[in-house]
């Protein structure tokens, strides 16, 4: 099963409507994230940290992928360590966009 090619982007943020969208590179919305009030808890305050999560979906999947590689690889000794690290990059980076600490689709 395909899902909507990355990079996916955050929109910017509808104060009004307390969502946030997530875009796909073709400018069409993958979802929106939004907060409620349940049991006296504002869940407002994890719309953007859902948002980082869910727009990085493509990327943690790359970097599952090529981790799954080069681990791979490196069971059977065909891994070297500069593949290791080019994994160990993908795999960091992908983090840092589930986490809102940089822009999905970038490896920097």
């Known amino acids: 099963m395909a899902h909507t090619p990355g990079p996916w982007t955050i929109a910017p943020y ?30 407002n305050e994890w719309i953007e940290p859902d948002a980082h999560l869910i727009a990085a979906a493509p ?18 000794n065909r891994a070297g360590p500069s593949e290791l690290r080019v994994a160990r990059r993908i795999t960091r980076a ?9 822009a999905p689709g970038t490896d920097g």
């Open 94 to 102: 992908a983090i840092a966009a589930a986490m809102g600490l940089r």
């Open 14 to 43: 509808h104060s009004l409507g307390a969502e946030q969208d997530i875009i796909a590179p073709n400018g069409q919305r993958v979802c929106s994230v939004a907060g409620s009030k349940s049991f006296d808890e504002d869940t």
């Open 59 to 76: 990327d943690l999947l790359a970097a599952l992928k090529e981790s799954d590689r080069v681990l791979t690889g490196a069971i059977e």
